[in-house]
């Protein structure tokens, strides 16, 4: 569906530039004009089919390299390994904070720079109505395989980590 958005957007924004309806007489677009953006776009269709093909032919050697060397685990099929590794990559890129060996290194005292550095970008950063806390790091999302809802919050007084709360990220 996000693959979708992008290429509805262009062929909107297209459509409306196009359009005497919405222009005025400087901002018609030529036939030659318009061919060429759909010619563009027909080669940008075509290099994200691409790269989607390359992602999912990695994410299956990937499988298949790590069902060889657990080979006496039995029980998942090669769609399911495959399907757990596309989910862990996508955990991966858009949540990196999901993984529970980065909040074991999280400590008092640090400062915000080190708190982001380690778990990366919070989903958002508020003010405190507490007195002995300036402001606070949201960081949640929902597992990509599970679907389960995790959340986790640093807080912050004059600029150094006073406590947290660890996310539930087991599935």
């Not at 989910?87 to 999901?98: C, K, L, Q, T, V």
């Given at each position: 569906?996000?693959s979708i958005f992008?290429?509805l957007?262009?062929?909107t924004?297209?459509?409306v530039?196009?359009s ?14 318009y061919?060429?953006l ?9 290099s994200?089919?691409?790269?989607q ?17 657990n ?5 998942s ?20 904070w999901?993984?529970a ?20 970008e919070?989903?958002m950063?508020d003010?405190s ?9 949201t ?7 599970s ?12 600029g150094?980590?006073?406590n ?8």
């Amino acid at each position: 569906m996000k693959s979708i958005f992008p290429i509805l957007s262009i062929l909107t924004l297209s459509a409306v530039v196009a359009s005497p309806l919405y222009a005025d007489e400087s901002a018609y677009v030529t036939r030659a004009e318009y061919d060429a953006l759909v010619q563009r776009l027909s080669v940008l269709e075509q290099s994200m089919l691409s790269f989607q093909s390359d992602v999912a032919n990695q994410a299956a050697e990937v499988a298949i390299a790590t069902r060889k060397v657990n080979a006496s685990a039995g029980g998942s099929s090669i769609i399911d390994d495959v399907v757990s590794v596309i989910h862990e990559r996508e955990e991966d890129a858009f949540y990196p904070w999901m993984e529970a060996s980065k909040w074991d290194q999280l400590k008092v005292g640090m400062s915000e720079e080190q708190v982001i550095e380690l778990l990366g970008e919070p989903t958002m950063k508020d003010p405190s109505m507490h007195k002995k806390i300036d402001n606070f790091y949201t960081y949640q999302g929902r597992r990509v395989a599970s679907g389960k809802r995790v959340r986790g919050v640093v807080r912050f007084y004059r600029g150094k980590v006073k406590n947290f709360d660890l996310p539930d990220l087991s599935d």
